[in-house]
């Protein structure tokens, strides 16, 4: 199934972590940042925000020792900017004091910095280290209960439930591929069904069509009386 999708999302733009892992050379900590910025914020904005902030400050140490207002000014236009601010000022000081300015490399050690639970570790682990790991965001959440690859309530059991579905092999990809998916053709509302290749075999689409036909159905046999 991924195969069929991976032709397709080539030629869409890349998402921000692998746009940053190109302009960073890879650089984890930018990554780390990146990810913490991104979340509830438009691709395009967070980029164009984390590649000005990382012209400013170059270094876990620059970082930390920034004036929070100088952060806050050139964060402002991304969502929840003021708490941000914050944190990555906090994360790039103990990125700095307490790990020689050197990204940990593993989950128990990412998910102990303030604000950074198992989706912003798992990017971390993907975009950053090209570890195998499975990043579950609305996006990956989304697509994946749609096509009825899994059934599941939240992304926790998501990204379980994945990793059980997926070979391992595959899961370095998933991210990338759900998120361009997500941005170009199945979308959050209105998803182009009619557009998609995985269309014949995704749950969601079948039930909305067998729902349409029957709304249809039902119109013929039914016919509304005129009103006068
Ligand atoms: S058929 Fe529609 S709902 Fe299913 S994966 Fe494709 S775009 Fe998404």
Redesign the pocket.
Known sequence: MMKDTLHDVNSYRSTTLNEIHKTSNGDPFNILIATVLSSRSRDKNTSRVAKKLFARYKTPKTLSDADILEIEKIIKSIGFYHVKSKRIKKIAHIIHKQYNNKVPEKMEELIKLPGVGRKTANCVLVYAFNKPAIPVDVHVHR?SN??GLIQTKNVEETELELMKEIPKSNWIKVNEIFVK?GQN???PIS???K?????HR????NTHHERFVNINKSKTTQPIEPTR
Not at 202 to 205: K, L, V
């Open positions: 697509i749609r096509l998916y053709v199945c979308l998803p182009l069904c557009l998609c290749k995985l269309n995704c749950r969601y689409n």
